[in-house]
């Protein structure tokens, strides 16, 4: 819920339709954590402390993302756990892409219509460019060795296929990530009825997503 408007921010960022959300409430309990995007579920008032530009135009600014790998790391170290899957819905895919190029446990990156690369969406879609934000494809260097599995909506007219091929191009030939189109799918339908089979195809598809590098 960054913008009311193409000209006026929200005051509160909280997603009306917490897609991501839903799709951690389909995996078996114990094995999935939600974790909300900077600003959101906060106080809508003074108590916040944080400013609009960090849903607008910093929303992957390096502080937002830093924090996330903090409480990343915090979560982590509650649950015990030894490796990570990450997966990321729209513009929570550009955040999960970034924290894991930053971190040395992440077993699989997964992301579900993601903003992967906000230049290219922002030209599509004739907005102000996101100046205080990093793009996911300028860290194609630390992510070609992460397993990734991307997920895209035939039908989808925000997140379309030319913003993944944009953030494809930047990797090598032979490290190149692919996405996987599904038909009949916009930004919003139908991801959460078919996320168990769809993350059961991307476990499969994880071990084979990344090719070994060349000797």
């Known amino acids: 819920m960054a913008w009311l408007s193409r000209s006026q921010p929200?005051?509160?960022?909280?997603?009306?339709?917490?897609?991501?959300?839903?799709?951690?409430?389909?995996h078996?309990?114990?094995?999935?954590?939600?974790?909300?995007?900077?600003?959101?579920?906060?106080?809508?008032?003074?108590?916040?402390?944080?400013?609009s530009r960090?849903?607008?135009?910093?929303?992957?600014?390096?502080?937002?993302?830093?924090?996330?790998?903090?409480?990343i790391s915090q979560l982590k170290q509650r649950y015990r756990a030894h490796s990570l899957v990450l997966v990321g819905y729209s513009g929570g895919g550009a955040v999960a892409?970034?924290?894991a190029a930053r971190r040395q446990?992440?077993?699989?990156?997964?992301?579900?219509?993601?903003?992967?690369?906000?230049d290219t969406w922002t030209t599509l879609h004739h907005v102000n460019p996101l100046t205080g934000s990093l793009n996911p494809a300028n860290s194609w260097q630390a992510l070609q060795t992460i397993p990734?599995?991307?997920?895209?909506?035939?039908?989808?007219?925000?997140?379309?296929?030319?913003v993944f091929a944009a953030y494809?191009?930047?990797?090598p030939p032979e490290r190149r990530p692919r996405a996987i189109s599904i038909a009949g799918f916009d930004h919003h339908c139908c991801w959460v009825k078919q996320w168990p089979?769809?993350?059961?195809?991307?476990?499969?598809?994880?071990?084979l997503a990344t090719p070994a590098p060349k000797q």
């Open 197 to 207: 089979s769809l993350f059961a195809q991307s476990a499969a598809q994880g071990h």
């Open 10 to 26: 929200s005051l509160d960022p909280t997603p009306r339709d917490p897609l991501a959300l839903q799709l951690a409430l389909r």
């Open 97 to 99: 892409a970034l924290v």
């Open 168 to 171: 494809a191009a930047r990797f």
């Open 28 to 51: 078996t309990p114990g094995q999935a954590v939600y974790l909300a995007r900077p600003c959101q579920y906060a106080a809508p008032d003074g108590t916040r402390k944080c400013a």
């Open 148 to 162: 990734q599995t991307h997920f895209i909506g035939a039908a989808d007219d925000n997140i379309t296929s030319a």
């Open 105 to 118: 446990d992440v077993a699989h990156l997964i992301t579900v219509a993601g903003n992967l690369a906000p």
């Open 54 to 71: 960090y849903w607008t135009s910093h929303r992957f600014a390096p502080e937002v993302i830093a924090a996330t790998d903090h409480a």
